[in-house]
């Protein structure tokens, strides 16, 4: 093997040793990749917003990208974090980077237990799935389950195989029996306003829960509705507001770009760039 792209985090120590090569973590906002609890349904234990605005306030999401992630990620406090607008010019960048600084929060166990109460949702059971075949998602299940239990709540955690845990994506009668289910997601390019019409429109393609919100479904149209920057940047982080008030998604860590690159070759791209561009073209010998 030459080089890999999303090198598993299990390897990077070994990886870091090795002599026939090496192994590179990209910045901060290296990826539009993002890993998130999306919640299935609205019937059910998440059915509160309070609930879910506790669960998140709980998460501790620097503690799970420093040991499920090995350090390899950042905490995630937006669905579309900073790899959706770090290379947008400079002013526009600072209108994105004010917004997602505004949701930024510290884990505060006791803040969402009376959230918690203030729903009517303690003792109230959340069954979460995720896919059993990964690692971090394990690890990642489990965390929450401990996090949801220490607020109040009775999290149940379901392993899936592969091709059962594809189905949530696709069948909603496979999404019924889960309050929520884990994901590893991503856009091929950066566009926040983009991310948000995903799965936070009516008849987005991500949207697997039916989140409806008319003032988050006109902003989002108005931002993808103009060419100017700066008026699109107003617009969806306007409507991220909402979004994050509302949790439809509930963001934890944005996975950071792993590349391991043999001796023999170089120029591979170190940002989640190569799903949309030729970086084959780039490669070469040293």
Known sequence: MQGAFDVPVSALAARQKATDGKR???????KTQNVALIVSKFDG???DPLVRQALSLAVDRAGIAKSIYAGAADPLYAVAGPGFFNTQPDQVKAVYQAAYEELKVTPDLKKAADLVSQAG???KTVTIAYAADGAQFTQLAQVLQQTGNAIGLDVKIVGLPMQQYGNLFTDPKARADYDGFLTLNYLEFPDVSTMYTSYAT???VQNFNGYENA???DLVDKAQGT???AKRAEFATQAQAQVMQDLPWIPIVAPRALVWQGKQVTGAP???SYMSYAWGAAVGAP
């Open 24 to 30: 590179y973590i990209g910045g901060e906002g290296s």
């Open 45 to 47: 234990g998440l059915k």
């Open 121 to 123: 949702a303690k003792g």
């Open 202 to 204: 009516k008849n987005g």
């Open 215 to 217: 003032a988050v479904q």
């Open 227 to 229: 060419d100017d920057l």
């Open 270 to 272: 170190l940002t989640f």
